[in-house]
């Protein structure tokens, strides 16, 4: 049984057509509990001719989720969520969009650099691979620093997806495990928690993301607050690899993963 699947994405992302209610209709067919429907907001990226496509319309996609969210209610709980794609300058902004909403549960995620998207070539032009994870290592660190109203940090070391071919699909673990700590100490001392987001199977990196070795280092520093979640465009990659991600949660001795509800935290049992 799938508990629930908290990163998913529908036709409200710029980069995702996929319906709302073939969404639901595709996870009350796995059986699943709870869902969040986590749809992109990127502020403040240049470079790209469709940056607009990823500033959420939030006076209308409110709404719609929780007209979808009444409508489902016995079947499914539907969760207010968004992605929002964070840089260290933008973390009031965030907090004060956020506010005006009841969201249930937010993403933090860096998916820019210096204004840049990490999958555009202008981020990689002039740095070694190294130079290039250290930056998007320390725009974490200081994001989570600048920002309040978040939930948990999405897909923390997913960076190796990009860089072309010398440069992707390879973090070095021990050089960046001090700032990956400090990453960790500060999300546990505000109380946010940390995704394994099973997107890095299918993009055939074979594992999540994060790493097994910082899941496991969280939960050694004393975090507690974890979710799962697909990153699925479309609904056929709802709940895709769940099973290996509890297999491997509980091969740790983790026992719980959390739900939200208006922000709050709680624990579901895994089995």
Same mark, same amino acid.
């Given at each position: 049984?799938?508990?629930?699947?908290?990163?998913?994405?529908? %036709?409200? +992302?710029?980069?995702?057509?996929?319906?709302?209610?073939?969404?639901?209709?595709?996870?009350?067919?796995?059986?699943?509990?709870? #869902?969040? =429907?986590?749809?992109?907001?990127?502020?403040?990226?240049?470079?790209?001719?469709? +940056?607009?496509?990823? @500033?959420? %319309?939030?006076?209308?996609?409110?709404?719609?989720?929780?007209?979808?969210?009444?409508?489902?209610? /016995?079947?499914?709980?539907?969760?207010?969520?968004?992605?929002?794609?964070?840089?260290?300058?933008?973390?009031?902004?965030?907090?004060?969009?956020?506010?005006?909403?009841?969201?249930?549960?937010?993403?933090?995620?860096?998916?820019?650099?210096?204004?840049?998207?990490?999958?555009? &070539?202008?981020?990689?032009?002039?740095?070694? @691979?190294?130079?290039?994870?250290?930056?998007?290592?320390?725009?974490?660190?200081?994001?989570?620093?600048?920002? %309040?109203?978040?939930?948990?940090?999405?897909?923390?070391?997913?960076?190796? @997806?990009?860089?072309?071919?010398?440069?992707?699909?390879?973090?070095?673990?021990? @050089?960046?495990?001090?700032?990956?700590?400090?990453?960790?100490?500060?999300?546990?001392?505000?109380? /946010?928690?940390?995704?394994?987001?099973?997107?890095?199977?299918?993009?055939?990196?074979?594992?999540?993301?994060?790493?097994?070795?910082?899941? &496991?280092?969280?939960?050694?520093?004393?975090?507690?607050? =974890?979710?799962?979640?697909?990153?699925?465009? &479309?609904?056929?990659? #709802?709940?895709?690899?769940?099973?290996?991600?509890?297999?491997?949660?509980?091969?740790?001795?983790?026992?719980?993963?959390?739900?939200?509800?208006?922000?709050?935290?709680?624990?579901?049992?895994? &089995?």
């Amino acid at each position: 049984m799938i508990i629930s699947d908290y990163h998913i994405h529908s %036709n409200f +992302s710029g980069d995702s057509v996929e319906d709302l209610k073939k969404i639901c209709d595709k996870a009350i067919n796995l059986g699943i509990q709870e #869902i969040a =429907i986590t749809d992109h907001m990127d502020l403040d990226v240049i470079g790209i001719s469709n +940056s607009l496509d990823f @500033r959420l %319309n939030l006076e209308e996609y409110v709404p719609t989720i929780l007209k979808l969210k009444d409508l489902y209610k /016995k079947d499914l709980d539907i969760k207010l969520g968004m992605e929002f794609g964070i840089q260290r300058h933008l973390g009031i902004k965030g907090d004060e969009i956020i506010k005006k909403f009841p969201f249930d549960f937010i993403i933090s995620s860096v998916h820019s650099v210096d204004k840049l998207l990490l999958d555009q &070539k202008e981020f990689w032009e002039g740095k070694t @691979r190294e130079e290039a994870h250290d930056k998007y290592f320390l725009e974490i660190l200081k994001s989570i620093e600048s920002f %309040n109203q978040f939930s948990i940090q999405g897909h923390l070391d997913f960076i190796t @997806r990009y860089g072309g071919i010398d440069k992707k699909g390879f973090i070095d673990y021990i @050089r960046y495990q001090d700032i990956i700590d400090e990453i960790l100490k500060k999300l546990i001392s505000k109380g /946010k928690g940390i995704e394994i987001n099973t997107s890095g199977i299918r993009y055939n990196e074979n594992r999540f993301y994060p790493c097994d070795d910082i899941v &496991k280092r969280y939960f050694k520093l004393g975090g507690e607050i =974890i979710t799962i979640g697909s990153d699925s465009h &479309k609904a056929s990659d #709802i709940g895709k690899d769940f099973k290996k991600t509890y297999d491997f949660l509980e091969s740790i001795g983790v026992k719980y993963i959390s739900s939200f509800d208006l922000l709050d935290v709680s624990f579901k049992k895994i &089995k």
